[in-house]
C-alpha cells in the first residue's frame, strides 16, 4: 500500500523528509522514496507496512494534518493497490 506525499517544501533535503515521515509513521514506514528534493516539484513515496485496504487512507488523514518546516503537506492514498481486491464488506451466509 502507497501514500504519496505533495507539498514538500523546497527547503528540505531528501533525508529531512525521510527522517520525518519515519518520526511521524513510525513502524508503519516500510520504505520512502523523495523525488526532486529541493524543488517546487518535491514529494514522496511511501510504501506502508500494511496489507489492510483502508490503513492508507486513515494514515494518509493523520499526515494530512502535520505540517514540515511549517508547510502543510497534502496526501493522497491509492484506494487500492496490486490486482483487484475483495469487496470488503462482510458477508452473511446462511
Known amino acids: ?32 522514496t523523495v523525488y526532486d528534493a529541493g524543488t517546487s516539484n518535491a514529494h514522496a513515496d511511501i510504501e506502508l507496512d500494511s496489507d489492510v485496504p483502508y490503513v492508507g487512507e486513515l494514515v494518509a488523514r493523520e499526515l494530512q494534518s502535520r505540517r514540515l518546516a511549517g508547510v502543510a503537506l497534502r496526501v493522497s492514498a491509492a484506494p487500492f493497490d496490486g490486482e483487484a481486491q475483495q469487496d470488503p464488506r462482510p458477508v452473511s451466509v446462511r
Open 1 to 32: 500500500m502507497h501514500l504519496t506525499v505533495w507539498n514538500v517544501p523546497e527547503t528540505c533535503s531528501e533525508e529531512d523528509v525521510r527522517d520525518f515521515i519515519k518520526r511521524e509513521l513510525g513502524h508503519y514506514a516500510k520504505g520512502v
